[in-house]
């Protein structure tokens, strides 16, 4: 932010429950009682009944940083594991299997699945069926052995307390708020090991940056069969640089610099094309990522099976024109094709046969494989000079995405004006051929990270625990909508979930990793840097 401050704020700690306000650490030579009020609790979060127990603790880490834990609701003896037999899209398909279920002895239910908030197509999503109720999870993992043995196929054991119906809880919620005309430091963006293949996890990031708060940024390529690790499945801007290319049409955050105004949230896309010192031009399909294979979809020239939005899935395309620049290391992709070399004037410096080669320093890489190999064989000989060119447009309108102090990737929107305006379906998170994926990831309760922005320019950072029977089970799309307005957010959406949810505190991991493994290593992050 860089921004001068302009209100004195003086730390405190402050435990908050719905029946009382407690101050512990507060200075003994305060200027003013108003300088040190922590703000009363005027509603609790929209998570169950209003009456479940609720209990927040705050503390001042910076002038205008505040970190904010939230415990709210209890275990409830009504909850239980079952296991998942199938996701049908018809009701008549629910009946038929229920009844090859009771004549095997089982006892299974239906459970009717509702469709995205902007799904075009009316009527119920698809029917899941279930079978069993247990206290604990291993009776249920036997069930669904017993039923594998049986010949039943895409079996899950599942917690009920993370079904998108009215829960008890529990939730951890955790929230960093910043006043970017009071905090004096910086919140940028940063890479993994400051490279796209170098996941890192956020702890480790946040160390090595000595940050003050951290927390993960947007949805990444995992494993090599999707493309290069650590690739950033959207837009990714880091210190005025297209580092990576959009799913065109999905929500972002946009973090301004000093010189721009608040920050925002926007349906952005990019652009990005090659120049030849003879005129020609040709489309540049991404940066820094593997040719052919394209996380969740959203580009351009001729993908399959489409160029729109589709989250975790991967488009493939075999003639494509990519880019790679130093953030990307030191090597491009090996594979098939051909590489021109550039310099940093654009002059093509060699055309490597065999990619897989150096990236000059202060120079970039084009890597052409199918029809755009040949326009590099023709294009890219030495003594030419090829300049790329990249947009960024935001809400439909060219943006200087260089005074932007970074652009993260996310989605879907959760908050517009104000209002929850959740556009699941238009980007990427419903898919028609597979209804049971916007279930699975937008109605079930999971781990989430969101952002959002207030009326007057504060941020929200809030990441939810989940997959944790009895200590968290998650949030869903609705539940992050409401629990944003809530907050005083006015526009807000989701970052990257799940596994990959974590926020610290200066050297501590205030979130509970979700996957077995513990910390999950992350392709960027939203680093609090004094």
């Known amino acids: 932010m860089n921004k001068s401050l302009k209100k004195a704020v003086i730390p405190v700690i402050a435990s908050i429950s719905l029946s009382s306000v407690l101050f512990a650490g507060m200075p003994a030579n305060t200027k003013s009682a ?5 703000p009363a609790v005027k509603e609790t979060l929209p998570l169950g009944l209003p009456s479940l127990n609720e209990s927040r603790s705050t503390e001042s880490l910076a002038p205008g940083v505040t970190y904010t834990k939230m415990i709210r609701g209890e275990v409830s003896e009504k909850d239980y594991f079952t296991v998942d037999v199938d996701f049908t899209e018809t009701r008549k398909q629910a009946k038929d299997l229920e009844k090859r279920l009771i004549s095997a002895g089982f006892n299974p239910r239906i459970d009717r699945i509702d469709r995205a908030m902007d799904d075009k197509e009316k009527g119920p999503l698809g029917y899941l069926v279930r079978v069993g109720e247990f206290q604990n999870e291993e009776d249920a993992k036997d069930l669904q052995q017993e039923l594998s043995g049986m010949g039943y196929t895409g079996l899950r054991t599942v917690y009920s307390g993370e079904d998108p119906n009215q829960a008890t ?3 951890v919620v955790n929230v960093l708020e910043v006043d970017p005309d009071s905090f004096n430091g910086s919140l940028i963006p940063k890479l993994g090991k400051n490279k796209i293949p170098g996941k890192e996890t956020l702890t480790e990031m946040a160390g090595r940056n000595n940050a003050l708060a951290g927390i993960n940024g947007g949805y990444f390529v995992v494993g090599k069969k999707d493309g290069t ?10 210190e005025g640089k297209l580092i990576s290319e959009a799913v065109n049409g999905r929500s972002c955050l946009i973090l301004p ?3 721009m105004d608040d920050a925002r949230i926007a349906s952005v896309s990019s652009s990005q094309t090659a120049v030849s010192s003879d005129g020609a031009v040709r489309e540049v399909d991404g940066l820094n990522r593997k040719p052919g294979l394209i996380r969740s979809c959203g580009g351009t020239g001729a993908d399959t099976p489409t160029e729109n939005p589709r989250h975790d899935f991967t488009c493939k395309d075999g003639s494509e024109l990519i880019h790679f620049t130093s953030d990307f290391g030191n090597q491009t992709e090996a594979g098939d094709g051909i590489e021109a070399v550039l310099n940093a004037s654009g002059d093509v410096i060699e055309l490597r046969r065999q990619p897989g080669g150096e990236i000059p320093s202060g120079g970039s890489v084009l890597a052409g494989t199918g029809e755009a190999a040949q326009w590099l064989e023709t294009l890219a000989q030495a003594g ?4 790329v060119k990249n947009e960024v447009r935001a809400d439909g309108k060219q943006m200087p995405f260089e005074e932007a102090a970074g652009i ?20 990427g998170f419903h898919q028609e051929d597979n209804p049971e994926f916007y279930y699975r990831f937008g109605e079930k309760r999971h781990p989430r990270t969101l952002a959002g922005i207030k009326a007057d320019g504060t941020l929200l950072f809030v990441t939810i625990d989940g997959r944790a029977p009895g200590i968290s089970v998650g949030v869903n799309f609705e539940e992050s909508a409401r629990i944003m307005k809530s907050l005083g957010a006015v526009h807000a959406l989701n970052l990257d979930g799940g596994g990959s949810t974590s926020m610290t505190v200066r050297d501590t991991l ?6 077995l493994t513990g910390e999950r290593p992350i392709a960027d992050a939203i680093l609090l840097l004094p």
């Not at 030419?384 to 300049?387: A, F, L, P, R, V």
């Not at 205030?510 to 996957?515: C, N």
């Open 229 to 238: 690790p650590g690739d950033l499945a959207g837009i990714s801007v880091m």
């Open 510 to 515: 205030v979130t509970r990793p979700s996957d």
């Open 384 to 387: 030419m000079k090829i300049q």
């Open 169 to 171: 809880g529990p939730w």
């Open 257 to 259: 610099s000093a010189s």
């Open 408 to 427: 993260i990737n996310g989605g879907p929107r959760l908050l517009e004006e104000g209002k929850i305006s959740i556009n699941a379906a238009a980007e």
């Open 34 to 38: 108003e300088q040190n009020k922590v």
